[in-house]
């Protein structure tokens, strides 16, 4: 639930591009199911090796930034199985995500087996520190493209934030789901999977036991959390940044009321995400508007005291099994 106006700021920031998403041409695009990739690779060794229960498919099924808690969180909850996996991940990628990159970038361009380009463009995963540090090791390593570089990479990274979060949904996740049944079948069950199974797999997720009601209410107060955090980060007041945030609450409702009236297996998140890029399309009678007032809210701002929830959301019993399938 407090992801969701996160989520709102980020397709209301991905609206304005889609002229430039379409004219990327399909290279751009299909680059995206490198998602795919993530859970063909890492999915096996994470349940034959390591021994880990569903926890694998959080962990594996995109590089868990931080749309895709957004959307394990709404799928299955932050104290699953899963979204122990996505911020676990989540996690290790921010301590150590820009430095691989940056090492990885440059050993691969210094090979010169590939195209500078498409390295360029493979540095655009959504996110922006992650993204800085793999372009800045190209450009010292082949300075003469040092400009296309950054073109391409700053191209993929708004790809990667615009598709990336349906990508996941609708592909890498359902896909992840599927191989973890059938590699699941080769894997001794050991003391690990049946406390995963038994802690975390009947739980049922905080979303489904609030009605409609509820989760207006919730998002009120969560809303004006985020308003104090926006203050304290942007240094913008929450009297101005108020039509900002009545926007993204605006946006929430119609993802949670359109996704109880649609009978589609759809989160939340994915309607709310297409209600603000419709409303930011330049096509929209008042995008300048809302792009201007959403401007007032900073996205890191929005995501921190998310990140802090969950943080605090994983309790004594999270962190014992999460020494146990990551140490």
Known sequence: MSIMPFIAKFGVG????????????PALLLQELGNVMTALIALPVAVLVFGMGREAIGATHSIAREPNIALIADKYGLQSAEGIGVMGVYVMGTLFGAIYFSLMAGVIASMDIMDVRALAMAC?????????????????TVPAQAETIT?????SNLLTYATGLFVSLFVALPFTEFLYKV????????????ATKTDFGLKVPEQSILSVKQSLSLLAVICIVLLLSNWVGQGVD???????MLILFACCIAGVLLKEVIP??????????????LISLPQFPMSEYVLVETDKLGVLQLITPVLAYAGFA????EVTLFKKIWI
């Open 14 to 25: 991905v609206g304005p591009k889609v002229e430039e998403i379409i004219a990327a041409g």
């Open 124 to 140: 655009g995963i959504g996110s922006g520190s992650m993204m800085g540090a793999c372009s800045a090791a190209l450009a010292e």
């Open 151 to 155: 073109a391409f990479a700053a191209t």
């Open 183 to 194: 590699i699941n079948k080769f894997k001794k069950h050991n003391d690990i999977t049946a």
């Open 238 to 244: 929450p009297i101005s940044a108020l039509p900002a």
């Open 264 to 277: 589609v297996n759809v989160p939340a998140i994915a309607w709310i995400s297409i209600v603000a890029i």
């Open 314 to 317: 994983i309790s004594q019993m």
